[in-house]
């Protein structure tokens, strides 16, 4: 069983940055690679990238390549999204999500946190 609990969301200005982070219960957090998703009002939850258990390997959805990057310290149980440039389509509600298979599809992740708000004005 594993528990996760975003934090770090908020208010910001287009151009500007947050960093949410997402810790983990849980002695087995180091075996699961970790996606971060989002869900902006009206629309579907969508992918927004994922990182392997090791932190080797990282993958981004277009719409976010280049500006979000992806990390975690395994040691700390937590993951991280540091996200730059916003822009105001990138407002929605965010959550981290546990699988331990490093896919895209949300089925196939077994736990997820309870979302973080990230509204960006223009």
């Known amino acids: 069983q594993v528990q996760l609990v975003e934090s770090g969301g908020g208010l910001v200005q287009a151009g500007g940055s947050l960093r949410l982070s997402c810790a983990a219960s849980?002695?087995?957090?180091?075996?699961?690679?970790m996606g971060w998703f989002r869900q902006a009002p009206g629309k579907e939850r969508e992918f927004v990238g994922r990182?392997?258990?090791?932190?080797?390997?990282?993958y981004y959805a277009d719409s976010v390549k280049g500006r979000f990057t992806i990390s975690r310290d395994n040691a700390k149980n937590t993951v991280y999204l540091q996200m730059n440039s916003l822009k105001p389509e990138d407002t929605a509600v965010y959550y981290c999500a546990a699988t331990q298979v490093a896919v895209t599809r949300q089925d196939r992740y077994d736990y997820w946190g309870q979302g973080t708000q990230v509204t960006v004005s223009s």
């Open positions: 990182i392997s258990s090791s932190g080797i390997m990282r």
């Open positions: 849980g002695r087995t957090f180091s075996s699961y690679a």
